[in-house]
Each structure stands twice: as C-alpha cells, then as structure tokens.
C-alpha cells in the first residue's frame, strides 16, 4: 500500500493527533489560509463562535504548513477516521501538490475578524490561542508570516 500525505495548514501544524511517520516543512500553491472557519465545537460555542483557518483558492499565492507521512495501512485508517471526526465541518478533500523549496511570494488580503478571534473561547480554548499557536509554530518552522496575512 502507497503512503498516505495530509497536509496540514492550521492546528495540524502543532497537533496532528494521529501516528505518522515523517513531517516535512513545506506549502502548497495557488491557495491561501483564511480566518472563515467559524468553529463552535473547538474555539467557540453555538453563543459565539470562533474562528479558525480554512484554504481558499488564490492564484499566485501559497501556503505553508507540513506534511505528514503515513505509511501503514492501519495508522491511515485510524488517521482517516480521527481526521473525519476533527474536521467534521469541512466537505471537500483536495489532491494538491507539495513543494518543500520556495520559488514563489506571497501576499494576502486583509480584512477584519479580529475581535470575534479575540473574544471566542471554546472547549479546546481560547481562540486567540489558536492564532497565536499558528504563528508561534510557523515562525518555529522559519516561516515569519506577519499574523495580519492570516486575518480576513
């Protein structure tokens, strides 16, 4: 059986929660991480939801993040299964290609969601703890993105 790559963008960058055997630094291109989630399950409530990063197309950008490596049947299984779960909102899975060399820049546009980020808290939190984690993680990675690109 082939490997199996999830790519992570927003809190799977620091918590994947599944068995993986490889993590590789890298982005994914003509899309961008926006702030359009609203999440009442994780950094939030039904009262007042948070936000969290979804991909939206954008030609000419990119977006960094990693790659997780799974390679045993059973751990993708179980990957699969938890990810379902974890990323219940979304309803689209996307093939993309995965490049681990910068060859392009990046710019995004900036609108406000800010107070509704700072204010939101959920079972798994704070939601400013989630942009905050975001950053800290792709600064870690050596990604200095200035946190206003993240904010739609």
């Known amino acids: 059986m082939a490997a199996m790559w999830v790519f992570g963008y927003g809190s799977l960058i620091w918590k994947a929660g599944f068995h993986h055997d490889d993590r590789l630094v ?15 399950d994780h950094r939030g409530t039904p009262e007042y939801p948070g936000r969290t990063v979804t991909l939206e197309p954008a030609p000419g950008e990119l977006c960094w993040g990693v790659a997780y490596k799974v390679s045993r049947k059973e751990d993708q299984e179980v990957a699969l299964t938890y990810l379902e ?11 993309v ?20 980020i700072v204010h939101a808290e959920g079972p798994s939190g704070p939601n400013r703890d989630y942009l905050f984690n975001l950053e800290k993680t792709l600064l870690q990675m050596g990604k200095k993105i200035p946190p206003v690109n993240f904010i739609l």
Do not use: L
């Not at 909102?89 to 093939?95: L, M, P, R, T």
């Open 26 to 40: 890298g982005f994914i291109k003509d899309y961008r991480r926006v702030f359009y989630q609203g999440s009442t």
């Open 97 to 116: 290609d995965f490049f681990t060399k910068e060859t392009w820049g990046s710019s995004a546009a900036v609108t406000g969601v800010m107070v509704q």
């Open 85 to 95: 779960v974890r990323e219940k909102q979304y309803d689209k899975k996307e093939y």
